[in-house]
Each structure stands twice: as C-alpha cells, then as structure tokens.
C-alpha cells in the first residue's frame, strides 16, 4: 500500500520560514517524480511546485507564486520529500500537500498570521 | 497561463441518474510528447483530491466504470453513468501538459 504522511506544518509569522516534510513508503521513490500542492481554506487546489527523479536530473519547477521563496528537495535513502518555506506570507496560508498525482498525502496545514 | 473553466459550479444530482461535468481549457492542451495531460479528481469533504481519470479517458485503479472521461482539442467531459451517494463532493479538471491548472470546481450534491 502506498502512503505519503505530510508534517511540518504550523503556525508562523509573516517573513518567516518552515520546512515541510512528505514521509512515503510502498512507492519506488527514487524513480518517482513528485509534487507539492496546496489548498487555502475554501478554495481549490493549486500546484505548487514538483520535483523530476535523480535520474532526470532532479530538476525542480515552481508556480510564480513561490519561485524564489519556496524550494523542493528530496532524499531518496529516507524515501522523503521536502518543502522549505521561507518569506512567507498571508497568502501562503493553505493546506500542503505531496503528491504524486496518482497518490496524494493526507496535507499539512500552514497558517501564516500575526 | 492556461485557464481551466469548469460548468456548472453546481450540480444537484439524483440517485441513479446520470451528471455530466464540463471542462474547457485556453488553449489546447497536447504536450510537446503527443499525449493529453488532463485528469480528473475528486475531493469528499476534509480529504485530499483522489484522481479519477489520466490523460483524457484512462481510468485509475479502483476507480468505479461509472466514471469515464472524453474529449479533445479544448474541451472535455466527466461523465458519471449512476450517481451514487458516495460521488457527493468537488470535481476538479486539471491539465498538466503546459505546468499544472486545475478548474474552479464543480460541487456534486444529491438533490
């Protein structure tokens, strides 16, 4: 069975930073590529940004939104993703969430407030 | 950016009956590959999305065949053949052939 357990998340003042972590197991990880998205409260979701496999390169791509804030990593011997977040600010507020497209974890919130 | 709009923004469904989701995009949505990235998902209250169909008509495993997806060039349709109760929720279309946009949403509810 595949699962991805997302964590990290929390509450954080604007400008500050977080890193979020995508925990996965029952995947070949290390062939996958994967994803962040997010969902702010009431909306839909949004694609945050993806990662290719170490054997694509491990390029990494990200909305407008976050390019030069947000960075994606991932350590193929712990078969974990990360997020790092840094300048955040109130709009990043949103459930985060890694993906693979056909497997989704179950988001961890980040609330960005004062 | 391509724009993903979704009609209708609600649809009251009965049991048993068939609902159809439409999803129309910018611009066409064939990747430099050959393929059609758009998929469907659908999101129950309090949980992640759950992909339903792969590039225009494939259907994920597990997935009911109530469910199909079709289309080209610039528009496309979900379809589900009975509604059930458990199809309550939000449908989203999303093409990931230029980056990645989902549509607005449709809410599925039974009338």
């Known amino acids: 069975e595949v699962q991805l357990v997302g964590s990290g998340g929390g509450l954080v003042k604007p400008g500050g930073s977080l890193r979020l972590s995508c925990a996965t197991s029952g995947l070949s990880f290390s062939k996958t590529w994967m994803s962040w998205v997010r969902q702010a409260p009431g909306k839909g979701p949004e694609w945050v940004g993806r990662?290719?496999?170490?054997?694509?390169?491990?390029?990494?791509e990200y909305a407008a939104p976050v390019k030069g804030r947000f960075t994606i990593s991932r350590d193929d011997s712990k078969n974990t993703l990360y997020l790092q977040l840094n300048s955040l600010k109130t709009d990043d507020t949103a459930v985060y969430s890694c993906?693979?497209?056909?497997?989704w974890g179950q988001g961890t919130l980040v609330t960005v407030s004062s | 950016d391509v724009v993903m709009t979704q009609s209708p923004l609600s649809l009251p469904v009965t049991l048993g009956q068939p609902a159809s989701i439409s999803c129309r995009s910018s611009?066409?949505?064939?990747?430099?590959?050959?393929?059609?990235?758009l998929s469907w998902f659908q999101q129950r209250p309090g949980q992640s999305p759950r992909r339903l169909i792969y590039?225009?008509?494939n259907r994920d495993s597990g997935v009911p065949d109530r469910f199909s997806g079709s289309g080209s060039g610039t528009d496309f349709t979900l379809k589900i053949s009975r509604v059930e109760a458990e199809d309550v929720g939000v449908y989203y279309c999303m093409q990931g052939s230029h980056w990645h946009t989902f549509g607005g949403g449709t809410k599925v509810e039974i009338e």
């Open positions: 990662i290719a496999s170490k054997t694509s390169g491990e390029i990494t």
């Open positions: 611009q066409g949505l064939v990747h430099t590959d050959g393929n059609i990235y």
């Open positions: 590039k225009v008509s």
């Open positions: 993906t693979t497209a056909e497997y």
